[in-house]
Structures are given as structure tokens and as C-alpha cells.
């Protein structure tokens, strides 16, 4: 378990021995206090998610969740009136999602390593796609592939990793909102599987091929989140 996944369980061990202790407190009478909005809500799953992913130096699908969160917890804060006017401004939301990924795409440093790219845009080290309300389909070639990111909302991602060879450490980051993803990797991949799904899954194909196919040294990790979407993994 690196760092920032101990960062993760610390924290919210903590905060659920905090909460519990405070409501206990309070059906006992110790305590008397009362949130001034429903937390316990569907509105708590992305701001959970996005906690999760700064913890875990995920920057982008962070501030994606969290943003998901806020922006749904806002209207219990507002006036009849204010919320009319509120509910006219949702687009900006989308607009917001659609900058901030543009900003990720020519700012790499946002939230990874530095890419390599090839001219001919097949034969990188480092992969970052991100889909909107799209789909792309992508073959990688790279003998030295390092990972990647991969972000599809609403929209949905192919990516073709059977010609591909892996770096001494190789990992694919995901956040999927709404919308599917697609990985195809040879058979004999270690693939160390870190997503949390929430009303979502992530099938991986490796149950069709007997254990000895595997080789245990070429481990590729996939972590991220799933969120009402789905990870196919297809082994060739």
C-alpha cells in the first residue's frame, strides 16, 4: 500500500470513528446538534469520491466529484426565488467540467508525469484521453508504456493494449461518470485491479484463462473510480 492510499484508509477510519462517536453521543443525550442540510443523501456519494481521489493525489477527478457535490448541496442554502435562478445556470457546470479538462490536456503537470509523444501518436508512453459526450478508440505500440489517464464522461473509451509492452511500473488511472471503458491487454498481464465502483462494475476476462497464463511479474495497475458506468477488460 503506497503513501497516499495509507493517507486514505487513515482518514476515513478517523472520520467514521468521529461520526459514529458524535451520533452515539447524541442517542444517549450527551450531545444535541443537527446538520442544516440532509447529509445523508445520494449528493454525499460523489463528495465522498471526490475526498477519496484528493487523498490519493488524483487531482482531476477530485475536483470533478467534489464540484458534482457542491453544486447539488448548494439549493438547500438558497431561497425559493434564489433557486429559480440557480436551476437557469446549470450549463455552467458542463462549461466548468469542459475547461477544467481542456486545462488538464495542455497542462500535464496538472495531474501526472510529463508525456511522450510520438508524431505518430501511437507509439507514446503515456496516455491521456479524456471523452465528453464521445467516444474515441485508441491502439497503443510503446515497448516502454508507462500508463495513463483516462476519463470519460458521458461518453466512453476503447483502448487497445495488446501490442503494448510495460515500463518497470505501468498503471492506468480512470474516472468513469456515466459512460464505459473498453481495455484490451494481452492475456498474460498481472492486471492489480484498485476501482471503487458505485453503481457501476468492472469485469475483467481473466476467469476464461487458466492461472499458469499469467505472468507475475508484468503487473499493470488500474485504479480510479466508477461511477453509474462500467470497465470491460478483454484479455488477447
Given at each position: 500500500?503506497?503513501?497516499?492510499?495509507?493517507?486514505?484508509?487513515?482518514?476515513?477510519?478517523?472520520?467514521l470513528?468521529?461520526?459514529?462517536?458524535?451520533?452515539?453521543?447524541?442517542?444517549?443525550?450527551?450531545?444535541?446538534?443537527?446538520?442544516?442540510v440532509?447529509?445523508?443523501?445520494?449528493?454525499?456519494?460523489?463528495?465522498?469520491?471526490?475526498?477519496?481521489?484528493?487523498?490519493?493525489?488524483?487531482?482531476?477527478e477530485?475536483?470533478?466529484?467534489?464540484?458534482i457535490?457542491?453544486?447539488?448541496?448548494?439549493p438547500?442554502?438558497l431561497?425559493?426565488?434564489?433557486?429559480?435562478?440557480?436551476?437557469?445556470?446549470?450549463?455552467?457546470?458542463?462549461?466548468?467540467?469542459?475547461?477544467?479538462?481542456?486545462?488538464?490536456?495542455?497542462?500535464?503537470?496538472f495531474?501526472?508525469?510529463?508525456?511522450?509523444?510520438?508524431?505518430?501518436?501511437?507509439?507514446?508512453?503515456?496516455l491521456?484521453e479524456?471523452?465528453?459526450?464521445?467516444?474515441?478508440?485508441?491502439?497503443?505500440?510503446?515497448?516502454?508504456?508507462?500508463?495513463?489517464?483516462?476519463?470519460?464522461?458521458?461518453?466512453?473509451?476503447?483502448?487497445?493494449?495488446?501490442?503494448?509492452?510495460?515500463?518497470?511500473?505501468?498503471?492506468?488511472?480512470?474516472?468513469?461518470?456515466?459512460?464505459?471503458?473498453?481495455?484490451?491487454?494481452?492475456?498474460?498481464?498481472?492486471v492489480?485491479?484498485?476501482?471503487?465502483?458505485?453503481?457501476?462494475?468492472?469485469?475483467?476476462?481473466?476467469?476464461?484463462?487458466?492461472?499458469?497464463?499469467?505472468?507475475k511479474?508484468?503487473?499493470?495497475?488500474?485504479?480510479?473510480?466508477?461511477?453509474?458506468?462500467?470497465?470491460?477488460?478483454?484479455?488477447?
Amino acid at each position: 500500500m503506497n503513501n497516499n492510499n495509507k493517507n486514505a484508509v487513515f482518514f476515513w477510519s478517523i472520520l467514521l470513528v468521529s461520526i459514529g462517536g458524535l451520533f452515539l453521543f447524541r442517542n444517549f443525550g450527551m450531545l444535541n446538534f443537527n446538520f442544516p442540510v440532509k447529509i445523508f443523501s445520494w449528493r454525499l456519494v460523489p463528495l465522498i469520491i471526490g475526498i477519496n481521489a484528493f487523498l490519493k493525489g488524483k487531482n482531476m477527478e477530485g475536483i470533478i466529484a467534489t464540484t458534482i457535490a457542491v453544486v447539488f448541496f448548494i439549493p438547500d442554502f438558497l431561497t425559493s426565488a434564489e433557486r429559480q435562478t440557480y436551476y437557469k445556470l446549470w450549463p455552467l457546470l458542463l462549461v466548468g467540467l469542459g475547461g477544467l479538462i481542456l486545462y488538464k490536456y495542455f497542462n500535464p503537470k496538472f495531474d501526472m508525469p510529463k508525456r511522450q509523444l510520438k508524431a505518430d501518436g501511437t507509439d507514446f508512453e503515456y496516455l491521456n484521453e479524456s471523452n465528453i459526450m464521445a467516444g474515441t478508440n485508441k491502439k497503443v505500440f510503446s515497448k516502454n508504456f508507462e500508463g495513463g489517464q483516462v476519463n470519460c464522461v458521458m461518453g466512453g473509451a476503447q483502448i487497445d493494449l495488446t501490442e503494448a509492452d510495460l515500463a518497470a511500473k505501468s498503471g492506468l488511472n480512470i474516472f468513469i461518470l456515466m459512460g464505459g471503458l473498453e481495455l484490451r491487454v494481452p492475456k498474460e498481464w498481472n492486471v492489480m485491479i484498485d476501482v471503487l465502483p458505485i453503481m457501476g462494475g468492472v469485469e475483467d476476462q481473466i476467469t476464461k484463462f487458466p492461472e499458469s497464463v499469467v505472468n507475475k511479474e508484468k503487473k499493470f495497475y488500474l485504479s480510479g473510480n466508477v461511477v453509474m458506468g462500467g470497465v470491460e477488460i478483454k484479455r488477447y
